[in-house]
T-cell receptor, first 113, second 113 residues
Framework: NAGVTQTPKFRVLKTGQSMTLLCAQD?????MYWYRQDPGMGLRLIHY???????AKGEVPDGYNVSRLKKQNFLLGLESAAPSQTSVYFC????????????FGQGTRLTVV | GENVEQHPSTLSVQEGDSAVIKCTYS??????FPWYKQELGKRPQLIID?????GEKKDQRIAVTLNKTAKHFSLHITETQPEDSAVYFC????????????FGQGTTLQVKP
């Protein structure tokens, strides 16, 4: 039972490049989230999904897109990376939306140069 | 929109002392208040949570109190130990598909031996 797994763990991008972060969970959770963590700013919600085929914007969605084609996967895309997107990205999932424990992945450290 | 404020941003205590971290929330419909601990380089993990129908909850050395009228909740750690050193995040959300788990800015707790 792996829980929540993120790929990749580290990545360096040049400004303007694109990439996709993959989040996979094996707990059959309906709800999945993408957060970014920056020093002094806590965990800020980028996008979330309440089920397969649905996504919604969080607190800081600009510059990111997401897709939830399969229940177990939640993808975060950066179409044109900017230095301001340098951050640690965490994916999480939960059984019930906003009312039970959220399980986090191990994080992806992204640097945009 | 929803907002969670957390104080202090850093807290240093001597081993054996108590530590208190406070959070306030803006959405009066919030009914779920979890606390997460994040050790250096690790993922956030749930340590305790409380729902709006309960005023206080304890689990060994940690406790959480909730004041719905004032819209604030607090984490109390007694008899602190060096292994309690970490970043602690509070969060708030409401049940249902309209809720989003919103985090505070985090508190870095240092327990000095």
């Amino acid at each position: 039972n792996a829980g929540v797994t993120q790929t990749p763990k580290f990545r360096v991008l040049k400004t303007g490049q694109s990439m996709t972060l993959l989040c996979a969970q094996d707990m059959n959770h309906e709800y999945m989230y993408w957060y970014r963590q920056d020093p002094g700013m806590g965990l800020r919600l980028i996008h979330y999904s309440v089920g397969e085929g649905t996504t919604a914007k969080g607190e800081v969605p600009d510059g990111y897109n997401v897709s939830r084609l399969k229940k177990q996967n939640f993808l975060l895309g950066l179409e044109s990376a900017a230095p301001s997107q340098t951050s640690v990205y965490f994916c999480a999932s939960s059984y019930v939306f906003g009312d039970t424990e959220a399980f986090f992945g191990q994080g992806t450290r992204l640097t945009v140069v | 929109g929803e907002n969670v404020e957390q104080h202090p941003s850093t807290l240093s205590v001597q081993e054996g002392d108590s530590a208190v971290i406070k959070c306030t929330y803006s959405d009066s419909a919030s009914n779920y208040f979890p606390w997460y601990k994040q050790e250096l380089g690790k993922r956030p993990q749930l340590i305790i949570d409380i729902r709006s129908n309960v005023g206080e909850k304890k689990d060994q050395r940690i406790a959480v109190t909730l004041n719905k009228t004032a819209k604030h909740f607090s984490l109390h750690i007694t008899e602190t130990q060096p292994e309690d050193s970490a970043v602690y995040f509070c969060a708030a959300s409401r049940s249902g598909n309209t809720g989003k788990l919103i985090f505070g800015q985090g508190t870095t707790l240092q327990v000095k031996p």
